[in-house]
Structures are given as C-alpha cells and as structure tokens.
C-alpha cells in the first residue's frame, strides 16, 4: 500500500517538519514584483484565465492553465532526465501520485520562484518526496538538455534537503512533440517568442494520480501545504478533485522600449508606497493626539 493511503484516515490537521537550514527563501523585492504583476494582471486583464483574450498583449492571448480533471496523460511519452538518458513517463507512476510542473532552463522571472515556492511548500509538509509522492518539472523548451536539467536538479534537491529525493524528484527534457503532447493533455498552454527567445506561460502545478490522472490544478507560486497535503491524499485513492477559481500569474518578459507594463506595475508600485505612508502619517497622527488629549486630561484633573 503507497504510505501516503494511511493518512487517509486521520484528521486532516497540518504537520509541519522542523524547518532545516539553508531553505530558500524568496526575496522582499521579488515577492513585489510578483505582487504587483498580480495585481497588474487582475486590474488590466479581467478574466485572465481564459485564452483568446484579445485585452492581452499578443505575446499571451493563447496563453492559459485551464483545469482539465479525469483527463488521463499519456504514460508513453519519452523524454530524457538528466543523465540524458532516455525514459518513457510510466516509469515515474504506478504506485505514487506525482506533481507536475513546467519551466525552462533560462526563465529568470516567476520560473525560478515557482520552483522556490514548490521546495518551501513541500518541506512544509509531513509526506516526503521520493517516498509518498514523486514530483517532475518538465521543461517546456525543447533547447534545454541534460546539462541544464542536472544542474536545476542538484540546486532544489539540496534545498529541499531530505534524504531520498533524488530519486523523486526528475527534471525532464524532450523534444517538441513531446512537450507539447504533454502540454496539451493537461491543458497547459505556452507561446514561444521567436524574436526575445521567451515563453510567454502561466505557473501553477498539476497533482496527477498514480495512474496519470489530473486529479488537481495548484496555480501561482505560492501554494497552501495543507491544501497540497490534501490534495496528494486525494490523489493517492484516485479521487478527482472539484474545479476552483484561477488566478494565474504570466510569466514574460516585455519589450522595454513600450514600458507598457514596467509602468503599470510601476504606478502600483507608487500607490502601494503612497498609501502605505499615509496610513503610517495617519497611525503616528491618531498617537499624537491621543497623547494630548491624555495631558489635557492629566492637566484638568490638577
């Protein structure tokens, strides 16, 4: 019986590990910027979610995470892991249920901070990789190699930092028909920008069951560890969860020449600043004049 079946039946409160040294730790500025693209997004964009959106930059009007559940992937697909060896998807199902994610080697933006959110997320948990679940970040560039795979895989499985989760945890190239077969069966949907050399995608994580079935869709960079301890529950027993809302986050790079989005996010930026002093002036006001009022009193009562 997979480990993870027994938690079945007890409460589903959270158990977190004694969180280790040397856990990454998403920066101030970075977690503004994602901040800010949110609300850019939300504020500009309304019912981002869905594609063929035309009040999106061309760059992400195909672009879209839509959650397709009981869709079952195609266990035969190859990729190569980052021996560079070649392996079908089978190879990592049939007992466990499995995460799955998709990056690319030379994303600077929300890829690097979805896979930091990923390893803070599962160290929060009680259920190690490797052993009640497995996970596998594929790259959605069909240029990335082993090369690139091997090292993204020796950084977050020293920051994860438990003990047999190299064996879990597999970062996946391929070719182009192979990540867009798999893209598609769970209706991940990127665009490549010839001309930056980008990908133009949204973040968030798949959990499949052991049988590759889309059991449940975690989207954005930060993600709930009791709502994902649930949801590798749920999996485990080949249980489909229900749709949830999406707030997606996009991760491109705009040209800086139109700084449409630079200031946009710039100006929220701006807001933020100006009405965080405002309430700092209107807190430090509100105690000067309580401190009157008390030495009034004080004063009257002599």
Known sequence: MNPI???R???STFHAKTPRSGSARIKLADRLRVAAMSLAFMATFPGAAGAHDDTRPAALREVA????LDRRIPLDLRFRDETGTSVELHRYFGQKPVLLSFVYGTCRDLCPLLLDGMVRTLRAISFDVGNQFNVLTVSMDPRDGA???AAKKRDFIQRYGRAGAESGWHFLTG????IETLTRAVSFRYRYDPQTGEFGHATGIVVLTPDGKTSRYYYGIEFSPRDLRLGLIEAAASKIGSPVDQLLLFCYHYDPVTGKYGLLIANLIKLAGGATVLLLGGFVYGLLRRERSQRAAGGGAT
């Not at 995470?65 to 397709?68: G, L, N, V």
């Not at 070719?175 to 192979?178: E, I, K």
């Open 5 to 7: 079946e027994n938690e």
């Open 9 to 11: 039946g007890r409460s």
């Open 65 to 68: 995470f839509d959650q397709q």
């Open 147 to 149: 090369a690139v795979a």
């Open 175 to 178: 070719d182009q028909g192979a």
